[in-house]
């Protein structure tokens, strides 16, 4: 039996701020906006190529203080190129970091070490690694 991760929420103080960064800055794909109620706001929000989404709103998802959720990573096939496009964009993005050593040698040095980090507008935490092997 195959256990897939499909859904994370993702906790924010302003749903139409957070909306706009990830679909506007980081190209995430707007799987709906549904309002139920004046109390009731599901977002639901995919990276490029992923098999999870991300979930803001309010009344129907957890009750999680906006910008607590920490460790959030994404993966690319080129770290470099992933910086690029987020600065492009207009994300506030660390510079590639080489995180560890790869216990074999790869033919790309930033193979599976290779990060960068941002928040988002509330704080929640990401990260964005290199693992070519998956392109």
């Known amino acids: 039996m195959n256990w897939t991760l499909?859904?994370?929420v993702?906790?924010?103080a302003d749903i139409d701020r957070a909306k706009e960064f990830y679909a506007d800055r980081l190209g995430f794909a707007v799987d709906h906006d549904t309002t139920i109620n004046d109390d009731i706001r599901i977002v639901q929000l995919t990276p490029p190529g992923s098999g999870c989404s991300i979930v803001i709103g309010k009344g129907a998802v957890p009750d999680m203080p906006p910008g607590s959720l920490k460790g959030l990573q994404l993966v690319v096939p080129d770290i470099n190129q992933a910086h690029a496009e987020l600065v492009a964009r207009g994300v506030a993005v660390s510079d590639v970091q080489k995180v560890g050593e790869n216990p074999?040698?790869?033919?790309?040095?930033l193979d599976n070490v290779g990060f960068v980090f941002f928040t988002d507008p509330d704080g929640n935490g990401w990260a964005v690694q290199q693992i070519s092997s998956r392109a």
Do not use: H, K, L, Q
């Open 10 to 12: 993702v906790p924010v």
């Open 104 to 109: 074999n040698p790869t033919p790309d040095p």
């Open 6 to 8: 499909e859904v994370v």
